[in-house]
């Protein structure tokens, strides 16, 4: 086997571009493409991230309410957000938590900042948050 050992990688023919060949050889992906631009760990006890990339801070919004704000913007608000969670702070875990995160839901739509919140029958403070954004960078 083989071993490439580097600390960056450039596209020969677009520098921020590497298409990556996929299974069967039949398509390709554009690597930046595919790569998620901010992510974040969190507890809603706290306002300070367990784990994270590129955010530099939460807000607390109230009960089930956070804001999650980015340190590098993305390019336009087309950018895509995933957050799944569950539990209570309490430690328990109720089957029918939802958590939905969208780009403002109560600020203007923003390429810095996303909302999330977290609900049962009514918003609750989960313990167990997990947010990954995909997108362009500015």
Partial sequence: MSEILTNKLTGTSTAGSILVT???????TNL???????WVYFDMASTTA??????????DSG???FVVNINNDFNNTSYTVNYTGNGYASDTFPA???????????TT????LYDTISYSSVLVD?????????????
């Fill in 126 to 138: 989960s313990k167990y948050n997990y947010c990954t954004a995909h997108g362009d960078l500015a």
């Fill in 32 to 38: 930046q493409q595919g790569l998620a631009k901010q």
């Fill in 96 to 106: 029918n938590v939802t958590c939905v995160a969208k780009i403002s839901y109560e």
């Fill in 63 to 65: 009960t089930g309410k």
């Fill in 50 to 59: 367990v784990d994270s990339l590129n955010t530099s801070s939460l807000t």
């Fill in 109 to 112: 739509t923003t390429t810095g």
């Fill in 22 to 28: 996929g299974e069967g050889n039949s398509t390709t």
